[in-house]
């Protein structure tokens, strides 16, 4: 069974705007999340940009950028649309839910099942994040050799466009069981790189933009807390730089 399927809570609202507006840049730019900090290239109809609806965030299921028997002889119309419409909207059901029983932990300040919660949220987000992202990453009008920018940093970051197929279909057979293979930007050395996610669940949540991070490993903490390492979190928020966080979100947004 896909995964996906599974999720099965209640839609939170559904703001109108939510798949308006066109992606920038900085928002097409994000990570694998905190835990594995590599940045990802989120393409698509401004499905990250998040609506606010009286002050909540909620997810709806974008449509598909074509006819479901648009890629027939590649995909038939029956496999996209139980794919489409049954285990993508599963995430988006299981992101919402999600989000909704979070609002209620932080109501009631009771955080006993926030590891399951923060597990959650990782795997419905990135299925809906990749999900959309795989929609758009295949078109009727599809195929043949990439031009302009793209072609130049896939000469230099894979040496062409014949080594970037070669790699990106061997690393991508090569992914476990859910898996993905990724063609991502990453900005730090500003070049291309070719990733694979294997449980996608792994509490990295795909596209997302970090903000402000704490090191947990025990090199960061272990000469002055031992053991303490709940004393080292709490005492972070004494030393926290808002202002560069501030920064952070206004370039991403
Ligand atoms: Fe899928």
Redesign the pocket.
Known sequence: M?E?ETANHGPRRTPSDMESGAMNRRQALGCLGAAAAIPLVATGSGFLSPARAQGQVAYTLPPLPYEKNALEGFLSAEILEI?HDK?HAGYVRGLNGTLTKLEEARASNDYEAIKALTRALAFHGSGHVL?TLYWNSMSPQGGGEPTGRLREMMESSFGGVESFQAHFKAATKKAEASGWGILAYEPLGGRLVILAAESHQQMGLQGCVPLLVCDVWEHAYYLKYQNRRADYVDRFMEVVNWDHAAQRLAEAE
Request: no cysteine; proline share 0%; aromatic share 0%.
């Open positions: 896909h996906g794919h285990h999900h």
